[in-house]
């Protein structure tokens, strides 16, 4: 069950390419794939990063269990990387916030 938001204060162009590497990066971490991937892309948010006003992201991860440390920095690292060409926005304007969610709902019930 993982979803990934991304918001930025620049714009989204190519929204399919964005959620397709979205969807193969979420892969990275141990038993999650794009089959349960929910993605939210919202642009145009007015967002400051270091008091500037610059193109800034930032990608909200949340899933149901928990990962490793290391497949959160894969994930992390792939993730800057789309953000960075797929929005030109420089890797260090980018964050990445994990959730690990311990109660998650679906179709009418809980897991």
Do not use: Q
Request: negative net charge; proline residues 2%.
């Amino acid at each position: 069950m993982p979803y990934i938001e991304l918001k930025t204060n620049g714009k989204i162009n190519d929204r399919e390419n964005l959620k397709t590497a979205f969807g193969k990066e979420i892969e990275l971490l141990s038993g999650k794939t794009e089959r349960w991937l929910m993605v939210s892309l919202e642009d145009g948010c007015d967002m400051y990063f270091a008091g500037r006003e610059e193109k800034c992201a930032l990608a909200v991860v949340s899933l149901f269990g928990k990962a490793s440390d290391e497949d959160y920095d894969r994930l992390t690292a792939a993730l800057c990387d789309t953000i960075s060409t797929s929005l030109e926005i420089s890797p260090d304007r980018v964050y990445v916030k994990y959730e690990e969610i311990s109660h998650w709902g679906w179709n009418g019930a809980n897991f």
